[in-house]
């Protein structure tokens, strides 16, 4: 017959030793495991961007998470995200920061701890060469128009709000908003100004289209698991660091960032 006080007893143990794990404040854990989880969004163009055919990594948030590193003097270990997995990620402890410069909106604020911010961004359209529809940002929102978002990012919530006439498309892996303008679905799709780079750099069909004044600006950070603050706290010292000392700028403008740091 099985013992159910013993096994009543060590259900109990395991429950008093999980918690005392989870109560260990996050940068001790870092510092004690020697290793920092970032979570990254490898598609990320200038920020955390990960190359199809070399498979190496590169960006503003790499070089900050490399350097992040070095100074705590601890590995860091990658761990491939999303925004749509953004929360997800976080609140499971599969990583113990998000560094894909992500935008600070209420609803991620309800559900996240963010570090001061080091970018800001204004959103952009993009839309094709050959495309009569869209030629500049007042023919985006116009009956029959279909705009392309990617689902789970800052963009989604934004246009939903926004389009009054176009209708939104919001785009599920392993589909692309990409995919979506090119095969004329979607007339164009918005994003933010790094990601436009990288549709300037890497293709030759793309239009930027630029609102005629501030659209919509978005302060841009690193994000935490809800909690106790050691870990923000550190990083946040790490920020400052890095701005006064020139290596935020540095690293920027090494990858064509610079116009959207926020220096102070």
């Not at 498309?169 to 589909?175: D, F, K, R, T, Y």
């Not at 918005?190 to 005629?212: E, G, H, I, N, Q």
């Not at 909690?227 to 701005?243: C, K, P």
Request: overall charge positive; charged content about 25%; some cysteine.
């Amino acid at each position: 017959m099985p013992n159910f006080p013993h096994k009543l007893a060590l259900a109990a143990v395991l429950c008093i030793v999980a918690a005392g794990a989870s109560a260990t404040p996050r940068l001790q854990r870092v510092m004690e495991e020697k290793a920092l989880r970032v979570c990254i969004w490898p598609d990320y163009y200038g920020v955390t961007y990960r190359n199809p055919k070399t498979r190496l990594l590169s960006g503003l948030d790499i070089d900050i998470a490399t350097e992040l590193g070095k100074e705590l003097g601890v590995a860091v270990r990658y761990v491939d995200s999303s925004f749509q997995k953004l929360v997800d990620r976080l609140v499971n402890d599969e990583c113990d920061i998000a560094m894909h410069s992500v935008g600070i909106t209420p609803a991620r604020s309800r559900q996240l701890q963010f570090t001061q911010p080091t970018m800001r961004s204004d959103v952009y359209a993009i839309a094709s060469r050959s495309s009569t529809a869209v030629r500049r940002w007042e023919d985006l929102d116009k009956p029959g128009r279909v705009i392309a978002v990617q689902a789970g990012t800052v963009m989604e919530p934004l246009m939903r709000q926004t389009l009054k006439h176009a209708r939104l498309l919001a785009v599920e892996p392993p589909q692309t908003r990409e995919q979506e303008v090119e095969s004329g679905r979607a007339d164009a799709f918005m994003t933010d100004f790094p990601y436009s780079r990288r549709m300037l750099a890497l293709t030759d069909w793309a239009r930027l289209v630029s609102a005629p004044a501030p659209f919509h600006m978005v302060d841009y950070a690193y994000a935490l698991a809800p909690g106790e603050t050691s870990l923000l706290d550190r990083v946040n010292v790490f920020i400052d660091a890095i701005r006064q000392d020139g290596r935020l700028l540095r690293f920027a403008r090494k990858h064509q960032l610079d116009a959207i740091i926020v220096t102070h």
